[in-house]
Nanobody, 125 residues
């Protein structure tokens, strides 16, 4: 079991940057694959980025490639999402998620078992 808490969201102008953090409880953080998802009002929750338990493999949604960077520090039980060159279409609630590591790094919300409360990211034009 793992408990997740996101932080770092806020209001930023287009072209700006934010760094989201996801702090996990417990001593088994390194055994979990992790992901970031986002959900805009009235929209489905969608994949943003994911990272394997040891950081060896990462995946990104096409719209954020080259702008967002996912990383993790297992010694600190923390995952990060560095968001640069933000666009208004990035506006959403961003959620941290975790699941026990499998061979395939999952990119769909239903494959993840643990979720944070979400943090709001708003990008103005």
């Amino acid at each position: 079991q793992v408990q997740l808490v996101e932080s770092g969201g806020g209001l930023v102008q287009a072209g700006g940057s934010l760094r989201l953090s996801c702090a996990a409880s417990g001593r088994t953080f390194s055994t979990y694959d992790m992901g970031w998802f986002r959900q805009a009002p009235g929209k489905e929750r969608l994949f943003v980025a994911a990272i394997k338990w040891n950081g060896s493999i990462v995946r990104y949604e096409d719209a954020v490639k080259g702008r967002f960077t996912i990383s993790r520090d297992n010694a600190k039980n923390t995952m990060y999402l560095q968001m640069n060159s933000l666009k208004p279409e990035d506006t959403a609630i961003y959620y941290c998620a975790a699941r026990s590591s499998q061979f395939i790094l999952r990119t769909t919300p239903e494959r993840y078992d643990y979720w944070g409360q979400g943090t709001q990211v708003t990008v103005t034009s």
